[in-house]
């Protein structure tokens, strides 16, 4: 056994995992910064970031060891968990920041929605491999759909607009790599025009609307609701080329960034850094991105190669939203940073999700 854990330990992706490690240890440098300035010298979120990463490193090591191919065989065990999970939330959850999707066990909060992206990486991989060489006819298009929609319908009862896009997106990036034809693709626009609507009407409560508003022209309550994208604009531009050093920030030591630790560590990051740093972070995430690329096209069957595809998915368009509103291009939805942003339960999600790769990649 030990002699096989050795072996696939020299198999892993190591600059991948160098990688990971590195970016993990910006994240952690960036949340001491700002626990500098919370009273009292706070430091617990820095002291559980380390501890969640402790635990991250056995979870990551785990599922890189597994065999990914017993995900196929679980995947709708997993499906129908992470359903009444979702569904359980809304009934038993607890409100933060305007969303019913926290469950509380002790000093833990747990988001099911979390759960639930990397059972449908697993479910959407199993479907898609199996159905590759045959993948034209619109049953196929509308079933997948469905196994997306049942996730997206209940995220966005909670509500969560950005976890619903982050799910929708990785649902239509796997269908646009298996060749889907355009007819499907325009008709798929079609309902995601119509889902806009009518979540416009019906599901986002008065104060997402107003951050959509806000986000199309942040000088409508700049104060307000417009409040965190000017403060995270101002401490990204004044960051400039080197940056104003850890702990040196003007806008996150003096608590102008909201959300400094979570949804804005990007802007604490290009403050205290500046542009070399950001592009640094930058580099370290196409590393990552490159290696799993060649992990996806060296894996050894096609649910390998869409578990993997799954897993690019989901972190670019966490990458993509959160880097955007912190920019004020993207609407503020409490979207993470992987591996930077502070948060126990999302860091474990990630490296589930890099573990998965890495299991791939030994196998391949």
């Given amino acids: ?38 009273q009292g010298d706070d430091f617990s979120n820095f002291n559980k970031q380390i501890a969640f990463g402790v635990i991250g490193l056995f979870v990551f090591l785990f599922f890189s060891m597994s065999n990914y191919s017993s995900l196929r065989v679980y995947s709708r065990v997993l499906y129908v968990a992470a359903t009444v999970l979702l569904v359980g939330v809304l009934f038993f959850g607890s409100i933060i920041r305007g969303t019913k999707g926290w469950f509380n ?17 697993v479910v959407l991989a199993k479907f898609f491999s199996n159905r590759l060489q045959r ?11 469905l196994i997306t929609l049942s996730f997206v319908a209940l995220v966005l009862f909670q509500p969560d607009l950005g976890s619903a896009f982050v799910l929708m997106s990785t649902w239509f990036i796997l269908l646009v790599i298996t060749g889907i034809p355009k007819k499907y693709l325009i008709t798929l626009f079609i309902i995601f ?59 996150s030591q003096l608590k102008f960034i909201p ?3 979570t949804d804005f560590i990007f802007a604490v990051i290009a403050e205290e850094l500046g542009f070399i740093g950001v592009s640094i972070i930058l580099g370290l ?11 996806a096209k060296k894996a050894r069957d096609d649910f390998g190669m869409f578990l993997v ?29 992987p591996l930077l942003s502070y948060g126990g339960s999302f860091l474990l999600v990630t490296l589930v999700l890099l573990g998965m790769a890495q299991s791939v990649s030994v196998r391949r």
Wanted: aromatic share 14%.
């Fill in 1 to 38: 056994m030990f002699k096989n854990f050795w072996d696939n330990l020299r198999k892993l992706d190591w600059p991948l995992s160098l990688a990971v490690l590195v970016l993990f240890c910006f994240g952690l440098a960036a949340i001491y910064s700002v626990s500098l300035s919370q």
């Fill in 105 to 121: 066990v002790g000093p833990i909060n747990f988001q099911p929605v979390e759960f639930a992206k990397i059972v449908l990486v």
């Fill in 135 to 145: 993948f034209s006819a619109g049953k196929h298009v509308i079933m997948s759909l």
């Fill in 193 to 251: 025009i119509i889902i806009l609507l009518a979540s416009w009407s019906f599901v986002l409560k008065d104060y997402q609307k107003e951050r959509i508003a806000v986000f199309m022209n942040p000088s409508l309550d700049p104060l307000g609701s417009g409040y965190n994208v000017t403060q995270s604009i101002i401490g990204i531009g004044s960051g400039q080329f080197y940056g104003r050093g850890l702990g040196f920030g003007s806008q």
């Fill in 259 to 261: 959300e400094s630790q």
């Fill in 285 to 295: 995430w196409a590393i990552i991105f490159y290696r799993l690329i060649v992990i």
């Fill in 309 to 337: 595809l799954g897993v690019i998915c989901v972190l670019f368009v966490h990458i993509f939203i959160n880097i955007g509103m912190n920019m004020g291009i993207m609407p503020v939805t409490g979207i993470s940073l």
